[in-house]
């Protein structure tokens, strides 16, 4: 057990003794804090930005400082209000109407972080597409969203499926040249700044969709998760009992907000809280990362344990030669934070990192170690206040201390998505248990009420700690390949080393070829030329059958199951 960073009696921990805060807290109080109670209209922009915009003594607090290549652009909130408000006004201009999509295709840059709020005062929905995703993933996106407009620059325009652009209206481009090949291709680089500098946010409903993101599932196509302008209560509470955030903090959140964690902590939630948001676009180097923590005097810090995983490979050297004295709370998400981790990050940053568990459909932080908790190194922590979680047994009923189970969270609460995008089907799959919200990853809980991450209930395979991706995204892909009769992909958990799960495929061949190492060794090079950089298929098996259910699910546990020796690699029975 490590002792809690601030003392729970402290008037400043910002928690407070955790049972207490539990008790205390109530929805209902959360929405005084915004003026918004038994509102049934409401705008995230006008709570976050707008809000200290209109504060004297806040409008010229910096809301986003942009840092690449040395330089940085500042953003006062003042500014930030009125340069989105030009970007609502050119979207406006080009007719995009309340609930039509925009595709925000970009690295990170300024325009990324304007489009979006621009969006969010018309009440279109924004949807952000990591720079790397490969013209596959993007027509799979296209073609499910249908968006009336994509946001990208010239570099990725070849990205872009000409085959399935028939809803798309419009492609901006943010510099020129234009590559002459979409359809309505507009200049946008300089166009914003001669828009009207005042918008007036339209209410929208509660629950009308903010944002849509697209996470993969074990079988099926990506899911597009929509959520909703109330979003913003979670947001708000999260962020201050969980990142400790008050007006004027430094955060810096460095995940893309093509991930949920950038658009939510990385966008949304510093603003809600009226402190500033750094965002670093330079590729990630080790020592590039401590001056960025050094040089802008970081208070707090939200990262992963794949990010803290490429620390430690730089070695220990390197953290001794640089001034965190401004740092004071550190936080990871995305995977487990394992012990190792843990002590590498009290020895070299001299600070406890606090591990926080949640998903894109959560839509916010569910389970958390609080500056004011002490940690059990390996442990997620505990629920959120306003939130209930428990672990529930194959019936769906709550099981007992200790013992492995799937965790739910009790419905429902702001931040939980609103839809899944054109699939009611599965969207009614997470709800299963009456008054549930099944997460498919099991859990254990001690009898304190910390909880520990064992893995997922499907099959997820995560690259580079951060991008979830089904199998069937690259199964689709070896589908193209003439060799290929059938194939699974499984993930072998995550490989120490490099955070990257290491991922093997089995296949079946057509029947006029035979297996053989150049065969092999030409299916993987397909696959690196058709796949996003992350993820890398080291393995390949040519097997005669791929196991799989009575109605065809392909059994991707069961070979797991033999690949790593362990109990369950029998398929026979299960095919019966
Ligand atoms: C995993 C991320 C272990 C988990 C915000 C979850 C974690 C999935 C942790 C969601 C953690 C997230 N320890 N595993 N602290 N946090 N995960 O949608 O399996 O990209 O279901 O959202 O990441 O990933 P997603």
Request: no cysteine; hydrophobic share 40%; glycine share 8%.
């Given at each position: 057990m490590i002792k809690a960073r601030v003392s729970a009696e402290n008037p400043d921990a910002?928690?407070?003794?955790y049972d207490q805060t539990r008790k205390g807290f109530s929805w209902a109080e959360e929405e005084k804090r915004y003026g918004i109670e038994h509102a049934a209209r409401i705008n995230i922009v006008t709570e976050s930005v707008d809000r200290w915009a209109g504060e004297?003594?806040?409008?010229?607090?910096?809301?986003?400082?942009?840092e690449q290549g040395g330089?940085?652009?500042t953003y006062s909130y003042r500014k930030l209000r009125q340069e989105s408000c030009?970007?609502?006004?050119l979207l406006h201009d080009y007719g995009l109407q309340p609930g039509e999509r925009l595709f925000i295709f970009l690295p990170q840059c300024p325009e990324t972080y304007l489009a979006m709020i621009g969006c969010a005062r018309l009440g279109v929905i924004f949807c952000n597409l990591f720079s790397t995703s490969t013209y596959g993933e993007m027509e799979v996106r296209i073609r499910d969203a249908r968006p009336a407009a994509i946001l990208t620059h010239p570099d990725l325009a070849e990205q872009l499926p000409a085959d399935a652009m028939e809803s798309v209206r419009w492609v901006f481009l943010t510099r020129g040249p234009l590559p002459g090949a979409l359809p309505n291709e507009v200049l946008v680089e300089n166009r914003p700044g001669r828009m009207p500098p005042e918008f007036d946010n339209p209410l929208l409903p509660r629950r009308g969709p903010l944002y849509l993101n697209y996470t993969s599932g074990s079988t099926g196509t990506p899911k597009g998760i929509v959520h909703a302008h109330q979003d913003l209560l979670g947001m708000g509470a999260t962020a201050r009992y969980v990142l400790d955030l008050s007006p004027g903090t430094l955060l810096w959140t460095e995940a893309d907000p093509a991930w949920v964690t950038g658009t939510v902590y990385g966008v949304f939630a510093p603003w809600l809280c009226g402190a500033t948001l750094l965002v670093q676009g330079d590729p990630f180097s080790a020592s590039n990362l401590y001056r960025t923590l050094e040089?802008?005097?970081?208070?707090?810090?939200y990262t992963t344990p794949t990010t803290i995983r490429h620390l430690v490979e730089e070695g220990e050297d390197l953290p001794g030669r640089y001034d965190f004295s401004r740092l004071r709370h550190v936080a990871t998400v995305?995977?487990?934070l394992v012990p190792d981790l843990f002590y590498w990050g009290l020895r070299n940053l001299g600070h406890s990192l606090h591990d926080t568990w949640w998903m894109t459909e959560t839509g916010v932080i569910c389970l958390a170690n609080y500056p004011s908790m002490d940690i059990k190194p390996g442990a997620m922590g505990k629920p959120v206040p306003g939130l209930e979680a428990a672990v529930l047994d194959e019936e769906g009923e709550p099981a007992p201390p200790m013992t492995m189970g799937e965790l739910a969270i009790r419905l429902e609460w702001p931040g939980l998505m609103c839809a899944l995008w054109g699939d009611e089907e599965r969207y009614e799959q997470y709800f299963r248990v009456p008054g549930w919200f099944l997460t498919g990853d099991m859990v254990l809980r001690d009898d304190e009420g910390y909880y520990y991450h064992q893995g997922r209930t499907d099959d997820l395979i995560k690259v580079g700690g951060i991008k979830m991706i089904g199998p069937y995204e690259i199964e689709h892909v070896l589908y193209m390949h003439p060799a290929v009769a059938e194939a699974a992909v499984i993930s072998k958990g995550g490989d120490p080393g490099s955070g990257k799960s290491s991922v093997k495929a089995f296949i079946v061949l057509n029947p006029s070829f035979s297996p053989s190492n150049r065969l092999s060794q030409e299916i993987r090079a397909f696959l690196r030329a058709n796949l996003s950089r992350e993820i890398a298929v080291r393995d390949i098996s040519f097997i005669d059958q791929i196991p799989k259910t009575r109605s065809g699910k392909i059994l991707r546990r069961v070979l797991r199951a033999k690949e790593l020796g362990l109990p369950g690699g029998q398929p026979?029975?299960?095919?019966d």
């Open positions: 910002n928690l407070g003794p004297s003594d806040a409008r010229d607090r910096a809301a986003l400082l942009f330089e940085v652009r030009q970007w609502a006004n040089k802008h005097g970081v208070e707090v810090w995305g995977e487990p026979l029975n299960l095919q």
